[in-house]
């Protein structure tokens, strides 16, 4: 129910201007990579302005996931270094409740 929820509120709002953009922009317009002299043919690319616009969108959208991935690093880190830990702790609960003679004091019945 939620993922029906986000698609109508959010995914087809955006769905609908993007297609709303794309249609308004859909005039050829040059762009060029020598700022010191624009008519060089070969260093000028000529595609509707809508593909621009959706390049840099999606430039950006993964300009900004790699930035969070990146800060988020410690995070990660953390969550690896405590599960290491949470295992090793498992692991020597394990061996001990092996190791411990039966009837243990201390120790539920089932595991002694």
């Not at 509120?9 to 769905?15: E, F, G, N, S, T």
């Not at 010191?36 to 302005?49: D, E, H, K, R, Y």
Request: proline share 8%.
């Amino acid at each position: 129910m939620l993922n029906r929820l986000i698609l109508v509120a959010i995914v087809l709002p955006i769905a609908i201007v993007l297609i709303a953009m794309a249609v308004a922009n859909r005039s050829w317009v040059p762009f060029t990579l020598d700022p010191f002299n624009p008519g060089n043919p070969a260093m000028t690319i000529q595609l509707p302005m809508f593909v621009f616009l959706f390049a840099a969108a999606a430039i950006g959208v993964v300009i900004g996931s790699c930035t969070t991935w990146m800060k988020q690093g410690h995070y990660r880190k953390l969550a690896r270094q405590r599960g290491a830990e949470a295992e090793s702790l498992r692991q020597a609960q394990k061996n001990a409740l092996q190791t411990a003679p039966a009837g243990t004091p201390g120790l539920p019945k089932q595991l002694a």
